[in-house]
């Protein structure tokens, strides 16, 4: 390094720093809607989609296994649904742009963002898992 700082010009001059200064400035966004929102109201919506979520696996898939705690106070906000097909079940719905995780050996591991994912869209795809699982 050399003395002194001279930023790039433009938009290069956000390219690098301590830290990472487009990893702040999105960060900083987040944390503005989360202080909004409230971390009491965030953790009540995760606890109920999830819920939702297991209570439609129940109904739709009941050859499938929630391996996620059922317990709302063990649990963060995403599940994991066992089942034999969980791997083809993945592709399929990467086919489709839904994108879960495919946890080995017979896991999907759906995650569900309390700010910005609603009740319609859980139904939507535990849905479509019900269907790409059959």
Known sequence: MTEGYAPAPGVGSLVS???PILTMVALGEMLTLIEAAGIAAIREKSVALTSYAIELVD???PSAT???PRDA???GSHLTVDHP???VAVERLWAQGIIPDFRHPS???IGLSPLSTSFAEVER???ALADALS
């Open 107 to 109: 896991g999907v591991r």
């Open 125 to 127: 795809g535990i849905r």
């Open 59 to 61: 109904a739709l898939i």
């Open 85 to 87: 097909n969980s791997a």
């Open 73 to 75: 106070e063990r649990r």
């Open 66 to 68: 929630v391996s996620t």
């Open 17 to 19: 720093g301590t830290p």
